[in-house]
Structures are given as structure tokens and as C-alpha cells.
């Protein structure tokens, strides 16, 4: 990853974006790396707002490992976003968690329209070129959730990332004490081990979210609503 010589200390800018990610010190994290993102666009669109992130890895995750996107536009999001991260995390699944409009970055950040879908997509892209990062899923809470559905949809994925671009395995929409909502894409490729993956995914959704969201979550995620998994897949 290559970081702007405009930056003064990255490791102090390190520091104090660790510090200021939302429930950044309740969550078993055992490292964590520095993503820049932009928003997709179309094809032409400028990249007018550029922010440097915080992605949080579990211990020993490597590339190809799976990811998640934690999207959220409210303060009150941050502790459920806690709890359901330190879930993904001890799932050895990394955590970005992406705070919709927040200030900060490089360009005109101010001035550029919010677009959380064109945010979910960008950040999605960054996990994938820059972490190396092997399937992917977007969580969306509160307002957030539309956002995300949507970033799964094929047809919006294409219009920002291309054709041959990257994808998210799902979107999932979590609303306080709404039913959970489910929007799977296109099934990952079989090496990434969607089938043993996907429930383990959704225990750690169980374990941070009210109602209870087990049973959709499998029913929604795997053709016949998948298997128990009661151990986290073996490295090959």
C-alpha cells in the first residue's frame, strides 16, 4: 500500500484513526492495516473524495481470507457495529467499518454528494486491490441498509465497477428490531468457501443483532437454508 507524501506522520495519522474508529477498543482485532477508498463511479466520473481507512484483521488473516464492510450513517450505529464486528473478527473475517458522509479525506469531501451505494462499491474495490481481500459481504445498519442491498445487485455493481469487476457475495440490512433483510449475489467462486462460510456469517450476525436473524440468515444466504458449522474452516 502506498501512502501520499503529503502525509506527514502515518504513523501518527495511524494512531489517531484507530482511536477514533467507532468501538475500536472493545474489539479482539490482532492488527490492522490502512485502506485508501473512493467512492465507485461510472466510468469517466472524477474520484472527488479520497479517505484513508481503517481496516481491522483478525490474527493471522491473509490475503484471499474474507472481509466485511460495516456500513453506517448515525452515531447511535456505533455499538451495535461493535458487536457485531468483534463477531466477524473471531469468524477471521476483517472489519471496515465505513462511517457514510464522514468528514475528513482528500479533495473536495465536503462539497461531493453523499452516495453510500457508490461508497459500499468503492470500499469493496479497496479490499479487493488493496488487501488482497477473497469474498466479501456489505452489513448495512439502521438508514444504512438500502445501501447495501443495493451495492449486491448486479446491475448497480456493473454500472460502478464494470463488468469484470469486483462483487460482494451478499448484502445484509439490519434495522433495530426490524426483520433482516437478505440480498445475495452471484455464489463467490468455490474456493472461497461460500458454503462453510455463509453460516458462520450468519452466528456472527446472531450474536449482535435483535431480532433473533439465524434462521433467515441461512435460509436467505444458502440454497436450502445450508448446514451448521460449528468450527471455522481450516486454512488449505
Known sequence: MTILSSLASPIALAAALLAAAPGAAQQPFAG???????????PGAPALCVRLLVLDLPRDW???DAAAILLTTAEADGQPAARIAAGLIAQDTAVLHLHS???GGIGPCAEAPQDPVGEVL????????QAGAGLVVAIGLGAS??????AAREAVAEALLGPGGPRLAAGIALDGARPARFQPA???PAAEGWSHRAPLLCEALA?????PVLPACRAALLPGG???VALRPSRP
Open 32 to 42: 490492522m492495516d490502512l485502506l485508501w477508498v473512493h467512492p465507485a463511479a461510472p
Open 62 to 64: 491473509m490475503s484471499g
Open 101 to 103: 458522509g464522514m468528514g
Open 122 to 129: 468503492g470500499a469493496l474495490a479497496a479490499l479487493k486491490h
Open 145 to 150: 441498509g438500502p445501501a447495501v442491498l443495493a
Open 186 to 188: 452471484a455464489p463467490p
Open 207 to 211: 450474536a449482535g443483532s435483535i431480532p
Open 226 to 228: 445450508g448446514g451448521h
